[in-house]
């Protein structure tokens, strides 16, 4: 405005921008996520979209950079790729970014596989098809492929 005060755009905006800088500060977000999160503080949809063009242009927000460090971190939690893929897909990642993700990097998901089970039952095998079926449904829950479960358990028989 003329007399040197923002108008009720401007201070919705920087407002709005600010919201968004905290919410990154404590962790990556998709730009969907952090739209949902958004939203009820905006009060034009528009508006919104801008500020969020802005961080983009700015490297502030990046879907790149969420997915390659929600893997990452899914991983270290003994998440396997389905599951992965799934949240990628609910916070809004694009499926080829997902796709050129999960590809990028090293994913030993049959490493990840073993580490998960020597973690959660030991290095025991199971005993009997009831472990053995317990520890195929934490597996498949935890969002490994059924190949790779059947392919891990399959060495074990039972008398």
Not at 94 to 111: P, S
Request: glycine share 6%; net charge neutral.
């Amino acid at each position: 405005m003329a007399d040197g005060t923002d108008s009720p755009d401007q201070t919705e905006s920087h407002e709005l921008k600010q919201a968004a800088l905290r919410l990154l500060a404590t962790r990556e977000h998709s730009r969907v996520e952090l739209c949902r999160k958004l939203q009820s503080r905006a009060g034009d949809k528009n508006l919104l979209e801008r500020v969020l063009d802005q961080l983009e242009g700015e490297h502030a927000l990046s879907d790149q950079r969420f997915a390659r460090e929600y893997v990452e971190s899914r991983k270290r939690r003994g998440f396997g790729p389905i599951s992965i893929r799934r949240a990628l897909r609910e916070k809004g990642v694009d499926r080829e970014l997902i796709t050129n993700c999960m590809a990028e990097g090293e994913h030993d998901w049959d490493e990840l596989l073993r580490q998960v089970v020597r973690s959660k039952f030991g290095a025991q095998p199971p005993t009997d098809y009831r472990d053995w079926a317990k520890q195929a449904r934490f597996l498949e829950y935890r969002g490994f492929a059924p190949e790779q479960i059947r392919s891990l358990l399959a060495g074990f028989s039972f008398s």
